[in-house]
């Protein structure tokens, strides 16, 4: 059940055609983290600098989610990004990025975390995502998410990284350029000659597809016609995903399965408001509600 | 049962990363009519020139696809297309066109296709189609195809079309071309506005959306990683979707469901080979197995 995540924390400006949302709260691990919680209980590593906003401090009050491994660390300054998705919904162009504590020593995991079950490493340095694996005792199922800055300038450590883990987790122009294939079969297929036992292509509003050596299956987006902003939807359906495999004995085909389209509907709450807006808006329930209309949309 | 499609006929030059191909079969009537027929009799109505290819008349000697209706035009040039997929198979681009005798005058409907219950305007020119529907006597389903060159150009008549139709089958660009609108689920709301009483948005990879005033569901691509030729894969779906409806009494949604996951299936097959070579290697047995196994792929 214990589910680890770490990965970064931030305050975002994000421009959508809707307008412009200033210092919102944002970053993998936030997104991430609220999300699982609505499956399982989740321990959280991440660092900030001693500018985090109070709000940052109160976003999981009344979520299962142990902020022990939450560092503010004195001098520093906060992860920051503005993206832009006015020219196109589907892709954020990043018009300034200041790692400032992200550029600085990995926060360390709390020695009550160790014992986690369950990790979800959210897209940092690959030579940072392999330290954190170095603490773990007996993990179960390491998942990971990485991006194309890390594809192309640390390849190497990336590829050390993808002999250590379970699963990763990548969108679908990540997946091209780490292999080098155009069509989506053909790339999940030679990333898991890389290392992993599944990865997970994340194809947007196009939904994403699964390939491990047994099986390929695809699954659609939630059909959403309310998309405010797009940010954090990756890491909203990973964690989706993660939370209800933490609560699962079994990592079967059905139950992979079952896992991605809960990802998929708690992806379709994040983009439907900025920031943490969407995900605030629902419960439990309704996200049960939206898996049991999503699954019956598609069986025929 | 009777299902009657008109739409052209022609000669195609087609480059993919693959290679070359010259002057082999094609057009969205020839793709339709073979696919459609792995369901249901169908009854063809288009038109060539006196320098059509032998071959071309052989195309159906197995099929049960009744050619009473294409036409030989004496002094006319026979449709041809040259498109390449060598950028981007996702997308062709037309490097060339001849619309010789599609040009001129359309073919006439005969006497005893008039009858038909189920009916598929493939594209064309919007005037054309119009025309075609004057014919019928007491049509139970009509579904038409546009593209962007008769939005961009004649959205007069097409609108006038789509108050006459039941259900329009178009692909992703196109109906955010005819609606304005991003968001493919607002842009789907919005072609319903405009007449039909279903549209069917084609994604190419990412498989398909339909929506209703009731419903709207997706359905991803079937996954396929041999992709040699894209041309015709539209067409092919929409004969599968059509074949299969042409069998069934009803509209309901699960029918409606079903059919569209036959016109997924059917379309993996087309794209596997150039040409209609994709369609001659399966059979319905084969698309039948391979439905199940789509079907199954989606089941959580």
């Not at 939630?222 to 797009?230: I, R």
């Not at 990756?234 to 993660?242: E, I, K, L, R």
Request: proline share 4%.
């Amino acid at each position: 059940m214990s589910l680890l995540v770490t990965g970064s924390i931030g305050i975002d400006t994000v421009e959508t055609p809707f307008g412009k949302h200033e210092d919102v709260i944002g970053g993998s691990a936030i997104y991430f983290s609220y999300a699982a919680s609505f499956f399982a209980p989740v321990r959280l590593v991440g660092v900030v600098g001693e500018d985090a906003p109070r709000s940052l401090f109160k976003v999981f009050d009344s979520r299962d989610v142990d902020t022990t491994g939450l560092e503010v660390r004195k001098g520093s300054k906060t992860f920051r990004w503005h993206g832009s998705y006015v020219k196109d919904m589907n892709e954020a162009v990043t018009v300034e990025v200041d790692l400032n504590v992200l550029a600085e020593r990995a926060p360390k995991i709390p020695e009550n975390f160790r014992d986690s079950r369950y990790v979800f490493l959210a897209n940092t340095h690959p030579v940072l995502q392999q330290e954190m694996l170095c603490c773990l005792k007996h993990p179960r199922l390491i998942v990971a998410d990485t991006m194309n800055l890390w594809i192309q300038t640390e390849q190497q450590e990336l590829r050390k990284l993808l002999k250590q883990i379970h699963g990763l987790v990548l969108n679908d122009g990540e997946a091209r350029m780490l292999t080098g294939k155009k069509n989506l079969i053909d790339a999940a297929r030679d990333v898991l000659k890389l290392g992993p036992k599944f990865v997970v292509i994340k194809k947007g509003e196009h939904g994403c597809l699964m390939c491990s050596e047994r099986d390929t299956f695809v699954l659609p987006a939630f059909p959403a016609h309310k998309v405010v902003d797009p940010t954090g939807a990756g890491d909203s359906f990973a964690g989706g995903m993660m939370g209800y495999l933490a609560t699962q004995g079994t990592f079967s085909p059905a139950t992979i399965k079952r896992a991605l389209a809960f990802g998929t509907v708690v992806a379709s709450y994040a983009i439907a408001d900025v920031s943490l807006g969407g995900l605030k808006s629902t419960d439990r329930d309704q996200i049960d509600d939206r898996w049991h209309e999503y699954k019956s949309a598609m069986s025929f």
